[in-house]
């Protein structure tokens, strides 16, 4: 298995920008899609976007369609998701990890437990 690292969050005002990072701590990236999640206060996971391993697929969900973007460069191991006008409500921590089977066409949501290889998280704070 692969220890993926999250990076790149911080504090931002609302209508700001963030890129978060996602690689493996050691060695290349699993040949598979890969996903963002976050997590509120109290919450389950919940799916943001996920990308299949030759960047051809993507997927995200609703509420963050039009704002965030996934992309990869497996060339740097890396996966990244690009977020603009942020919102006070996009607060939270933000998972990495890869998907168990390929990304189905027409996603706009995706179960956790279809996942493995967590990161740690990185908080994410959008002030008002």
């Known amino acids: 298995q692969v220890q993926l690292v999250e990076s790149g969050g911080g504090l931002v005002q609302a209508g700001g920008s963030l890129r978060l990072s996602c690689a493996p701590s050691?060695?290349?990236?699993?040949?598979?899609?890969v996903g963002w999640f976050r997590r509120f206060p109290g919450k389950e996971r919940q799916f943001v976007a996920a990308?299949?391993?030759?960047?051809?697929?993507?997927a995200h969900a609703e509420s963050v369609k039009g704002r965030f973007a996934i992309s990869r460069d497996n060339a740097v191991n890396t996966v990244y998701l690009q977020m603009n006008n942020l919102k006070p409500e996009d607060t939270a921590v933000y998972f990495c990890?890869?998907?168990?089977?390929?990304?189905?066409?027409?996603?706009?949501?995706?179960?956790?437990?279809?996942?493995?290889?967590w990161g740690q998280g990185t908080q994410v704070t959008v002030s008002s």
């Open positions: 990308i299949s391993w030759g960047g051809a697929m993507s």
């Open positions: 990890a890869t998907r168990r089977a390929p990304l189905p066409f027409g996603l706009d949501d995706d179960p956790e437990a279809e996942y493995l290889n």
């Open positions: 050691g060695g290349a990236l699993p040949r598979s899609t």
